[in-house]
């Protein structure tokens, strides 16, 4: 865009760029994480092009996933308070990652239950409310 005769970005592409930005301080947050697991370096160069490339499209997945299922906003609060107090607390005590797995899972999964089971109630009720009782 030109204004003026001179160049100048767009709302749009200071956005685009912040976000870009984010992505790169992501993956480059991640070096020390993978650098503790491997010293292999196409293991830790595959590893954060991959976490570039699949960090915006999982973000719009769970930000449709969190439209769809009203408590799933709260199961992963709960589990990122879980997450922080095993990151926390890792010195004191050792929590298998059988564990920690079948945890998660659990987490989401009554989040996502207790969301359809709240839609269909919903679902069950909307169309009676909807009636009138006069022509009944």
Request: glycine share 6%; hydrophobic share 55%.
């Amino acid at each position: 865009m030109r204004i003026d005769g001179r160049r100048a970005l767009t709302t749009v592409a200071v956005c685009l760029v912040v976000i870009e930005l984010t992505d790169i301080v992501f993956a480059l947050d991640s070096i020390p994480a993978v650098l503790s697991v491997s010293q292999d370096t196409f293991i830790i160069v595959t590893s954060n092009i991959f976490a570039i490339m699949g960090l915006r499209s999982l973000y719009f997945v769970l930000a449709g996933a969190m439209a769809k299922f009203q408590y799933l906003k709260i199961a992963l609060a709960v589990l990122l308070i879980l997450i922080g107090i095993k990151l926390f607390g890792h010195s004191w005590f050792d929590v298998p990652h059988a564990v920690s797995l079948a945890v998660i899972a659990g987490i989401i999964g009554t989040g996502v239950i207790a969301s359809a089971i709240s839609s269909r109630r919903s679902e069950a009720t909307e169309p009676a409310a909807d009636r009138d009782p006069r022509q009944s």
